[in-house]
C-alpha cells in the first residue's frame, strides 16, 4: 500500500497543483467524504464547497466549483469548473459577492429562473468567505 496519494486539481484554465498527500476531504454529491492511501476507486460528482488535503502534518484549504473527483491506485484527479485556494481569495471581493446574491435572493421568486443563478452565486460566495478565513487564522 502506498504512503501517499498523488492528488492533482485542474480547472478549465489551469492546472491547479498536482502534490503527493496524505488525506483528501471535500463535498460529494451524497455529502462530506475523505480518501487516505489505499482507498477503493470511486468516482463521485462534487458540490460547490471546501476541498482540503493534509500534507506532512499540515492542512491546505481550496474553495471548489463543481466537478468531479476520482481515485484509483492512490491517484486522486479532481476536475472542476474553478478552484481557489485560501491565500488567493479577495474577502471583500467575496463579501460583496454575497451581498449582491442576497439582494437579487430577495426580489426573486422561487419561479424565476435566476433564483438559482443567484442561490449558486450566494453559496460560492459563503464558500469562498469561509476558505478565506482559514487562510487569515494561519
Known amino acids: 500500500m502506498a504512503e501517499k496519494i498523488t492528488f492533482e486539481l485542474v480547472t478549465p484554465y489551469r492546472k491547479v497543483l498536482t502534490e503527493e498527500v496524505d488525506e483528501i476531504t471535500a463535498i460529494g454529491s451524497l455529502g462530506e467524504f475523505s480518501v487516505l492511501p489505499g482507498h477503493a476507486p470511486f468516482l463521485t460528482a462534487l458540490k460547490i464547497g471546501e476541498l482540503s488535503y493534509k500534507q506532512n502534518g499540515g492542512s491546505s484549504y481550496l474553495a471548489v466549483n463543481w466537478g468531479y473527483f476520482e481515485i484509483k491506485d492512490d491517484k486522486a484527479v479532481v476536475l472542476v469548473e474553478t478552484a481557489e485556494r485560501a491565500d488567493e481569495i479577495d474577502l ?7 451581498g449582491r446574491a442576497e439582494t437579487a435572493l430577495k426580489t426573486l421568486s422561487a419561479e424565476d429562473k435566476k433564483y438559482r443563478v443567484m442561490e449558486a452565486a450566494l453559496e460560492r460566495a459563503a464558500i469562498r468567505m469561509q476558505v478565506a478565513a482559514k487562510s487569515a487564522r494561519k
Open 92 to 98: 471583500e471581493r467575496a463579501q460583496a459577492a454575497l
